[in-house]
């Protein structure tokens, strides 16, 4: 499994979460969705919109902006889901740029 330290404090607008939103995640995503089929943990979101992280078979994380419908979606293309291969990519990919867009 990916090493993640929760006990680092992530810069806003992301904050750690154990609440978790595999169950929605499941019931938004077409069987032809990349992330049908597959394990995943919630790990943090965003306090500013719907972007969730994941933590997908305990190897890759993913950054998914659900949409909270209330049926699963046909179209393969949502809910829209960035991949990121290990912390460090997505920390300075995708969550300092985040932050400097939220500041």
């Known amino acids: 499994m990916k090493d993640v330290d929760k006990s680092i404090e992530l810069p806003p607008p992301w904050y750690w979460t154990d609440i978790g939103l595999t169950v929605q995640l499941e019931s938004e995503i077409s069987k032809t969705h990349i992330l049908y089929g597959r394990t995943t943990k919630t790990l943090a979101r965003r306090q500013d919109n719907d972007d969730v992280l994941f933590l997908v078979d305990n190897e890759k994380f993913a950054v998914v902006h659900l949409t909270w419908v209330l049926k699963r979606l046909s179209d393969d293309q949502w ?25």
């Open 79 to 103: 809910p829209t889901t960035q991949f990121f291969d290990n912390w460090d990519d997505l920390y300075n990919k995708r969550i300092l740029k985040d932050k400097e867009e939220f500041e």
